[in-house]
């Protein structure tokens, strides 16, 4: 993830950059939310018809559940490479993928709790990302220490997929209510500090891309917490 430092824009163009801040950033939460929306369509299709279950049971899901992270670590490796048509159906290929991954929680949780952690998860989200864009404060340092925090919950996730401690999950996933929250803002400042150094549509879409999976990532610990097992 690249950090970049906040750029001063003259007074005389503030206007123009405010008009085509507003379209870059238009375009990152579109296809974030249709992103979200998608990945939410096939979830609820796969529970709905029983594929998920299907899966569960074969042992498939597990090829599903790492899927998304090797195609966006295969995207941020290649983002320079690719163009703007195939950023943007890979992102949905993504979406998809995260989508067939998270219908498994339809087999855990209740649908009201998955709602509500949902609408929790979005008004946290829309605050943090208001925040970040509107801040005079420098967010840099702040993403170092989120960064290296979101390298923690990774290791200590893959550690509990062994251990299968249930205070072990807690605590990351406490952990990763608070470094999502934090990336959510980061990002956002992230991204309008791109604009001013000249990004373009395909960097609005990887723009998507981070938002939507501080998203999803938020969404998937709050419910960890929150939610009550069926």
Do not use: C
């Amino acid at each position: 993830m690249n950090t970049h430092a906040r750029v001063a824009v003259p007074a005389s163009t503030n206007m123009e950059m405010d008009s085509g801040l507003r379209l870059y950033f238009s375009t990152i939460y579109a296809h974030m939310t249709s992103g979200l929306a998608f990945t939410g369509a096939v979830a609820m299709l796969l529970a709905a018809t029983g594929l998920t279950s299907a899966l569960a049971s074969s042992g498939l899901m597990w090829v599903f559940v790492f899927a998304p992270l090797l195609v966006a670590l295969t995207l941020g490796f290649m983002s320079h490479q690719l163009s703007t048509s195939t950023s943007m159906m890979a992102f949905y290929v993504f979406a998809a993928l995260m989508g067939i991954s998270l219908s498994t929680i339809f087999l855990v949780y209740a649908g009201t709790d998955i709602a509500r952690v949902f609408f929790i998860t979005a008004g946290m989200f829309a605050a943090m990302s208001i925040w970040g864009y509107t801040t005079n404060r420098d967010l840099t340092k702040m993403g170092s220490f989120l960064i290296m925090g979101l390298i923690g919950i990774i290791l200590a996730s893959l550690v509990n997929l062994f251990i299968g401690g249930t205070m072990l999950q807690m605590i990351v996933s406490a952990v990763g209510v608070i470094v999502f929250t934090g990336l959510t803002a980061y990002d956002t400042q992230r991204l309008k500090s791109n604009y001013f150094e000249g990004a373009d549509y395909k960097d609005a879409m990887f723009g998507a891309l981070s938002l939507y999976l501080n998203f999803i990532n938020l969404f998937i610990n709050l419910l960890h917490i929150f939610g009550n097992k069926e």
